[in-house]
């Protein structure tokens, strides 16, 4: 089914330089979608063209911002799957300039969708939402009816964008997919800075042999997700008969502690090492507590379920890494 | 207290002209407050300046839009209290143009929040809130806790703009108090189009002597607020200590039928009739079903509770209209 769902099928990958969206299109390239990329590649996020290294001449790519409703206008909308991953993806830089995140994570969205209704109503969208959106968590596992207290503009947008998507749904019958995804990682994730795809950045920071930074105790739990995992997610839920319309909690469905996290990362890599400080003053107004995905929904929904360990994911991506790691950061010279 | 926190303190009023910001002006003036009241008269909404005919020469009126950051970054923000009222108020004319509700109502309130934080964090802001924020109803009557699941554009962005008036007051400890309102009408209150405002469109209707059309039985429960009694409690809320990041539901808490409310109307009047109607079909995807305000937390936390019933509500909002009606419809020729 997967196949067939995917075979000649016209395909756009909204942020498809990014990690997800690379990933993405790696996993479809093999199936002969007819990819389309579009990027903005702007400088602060993930766009990295080496992500798409394997697959360069299966894709084609369009460099265009989704905040440019006019520029996206001259697009062929006649695509029949649409995967939205282009978006602001810190937290962080929301609080410090929420205009540029509600222009991406919201306006950029609605352009998407506005487009979608007038050209090609019956294209089958995915957006990708986030854990955020649920703010201060009372009970693990979080599944999906539980109401959403986002704590910052980059989660408060994703709330907005998902409840735009399932107007949508509703009003016009645009077949939408929305999951609130946890802690990705894994190869094709960005390593310029700590701002989002923490484990990434830690491994970077291990590599390079540095002393990583824990907050507090380091017991606060997450839930870490493989990118393969988590792409076979979104590849089968796009393609399973009655995902219209639907919302997915998405993550490992296991809770693995920051600390074990850490010790993971400086284990695997052999370099680095760890220390605690106190927690930030402000980050006490942002910090959600404990977050697990409840995935009974997901693994009901269609044939998944994760099959990647915290140990063996952090194994792959430090693999990749060493291998590819010159695409991605500049190592420090041997002599320093 | 009430009029130690409005005595000689800078008042500004967004959306002042219209039916509630108006009438919040009309109760403030008298207590000597310095009231600036900003309004861009769109025409399709609610301004009328005959809503402060009793009070011109004690408001300073400033005609700018929430959506003109620059024009109000000109302005001195120098107040002590701020009611943002200014909003595009219908429903449906948010399904039609999600970019001018997301305009106006989301983004409007952001450049409003921005410029508060940067200029004046201390001033105390009130945000007006929809009981729609909270879509399809369970069961009335409904708290705060319930959760939000906007069903419509206007819906989910004053969701939206409720959780930056939270995310604002909680980063930078701006003073913001919110009302999710119910269903107000009463005198100042628009009669040009059946948008918004209801109670008020059939009072116009039936003093045409025109029949009143009710979709399905009538039965569907509403919470209907008398322009009074929502203003005596928001004056109230922004002086009463604590009230600060607190959100309420409010209405007068007491249901009333669609068809019990058409027939006050009808009566009241003496004039016009009612008939029913099937639903329209595209009203499915949006009806909220019943809706009950629970007042519970807004009357525990100030002295106030509702005093006007429906029927002396239309009653004073049908003298209303008799002595003032020109200046907001015109009434047919006699002899038509």
Redesign the interface.
Known sequence: MLEQGYHQKRVLITGGLGMIGSSIAVRLAPLEADITILDAELPMYGANSFNIETIRDQVRIVNLDIRDRHGLAQLDWNFDLIFNLAGQVSHNDS?KD??LD?EIN??GQ?NVL?LVRARNPKARLFFSGSRLQFGKIDTVPVAE?Q???????YA??K??AE??YL?YH??YGIPVTIFRIANPYGPRGQMKHSKYCIVNWFIRQAMEGKPITIFGDGSQMRDYIYIDDLVEAIVRAMTTPGMEGEVFNVGSGAGTSFRDMVATVVDTVGTGSYHHVEWPA?YV??ETGDYISDITKLKRSFDWQPSISIEEGVRRTVDYYRNHGQHYFSLPAQSK
Do not use: G, I, K, W
């Open positions: 609080m929420p205009y509600t919201y306006l609605l506005e009816h109401p959403q207290r986002p704590l910052t503009p408060l947008n709330s907005a409840n735009l107007f509703r009003m402000d107004n942002v």
